[in-house]
């Protein structure tokens, strides 16, 4: 799968395809899975362990998908369910 070169064209993949992406290098793969997951697992991580470490869990988790998408299981849907 080539690498998407507009946001637009990110828009429309499916999770398991943005993770691909992302293990190809596309930074627009991950801002697309960011924009659709961060929220949801900020207030996850709010409610489970408060404001402060929230922010941190949030960096940690997209991070680490920049580091190591392969570490990311592409059958498991990505969403949180708050």
Do not use: C, N
């Not at 869990?57 to 949180?80: C, G």
């Amino acid at each position: 799968m080539p690498l998407p070169r507009l946001a637009a064209d990110v828009a429309l993949l499916t999770d398991p395809q943005l993770v691909a992406s992302v293990a190809k290098g596309s930074h627009a793969g991950l801002a697309e899975i960011y924009d659709r997951h961060g929220g949801d697992v900020h207030r996850m991580a709010q409610r489970l362990w408060g404001r402060d470490a929230a922010d941190v869990i949030v960096k940690d988790v997209f991070l680490r998908l920049w580091q190591r998408p392969d570490s990311f299981d592409p059958a498991r849907d990505l969403s949180v369910h708050s």
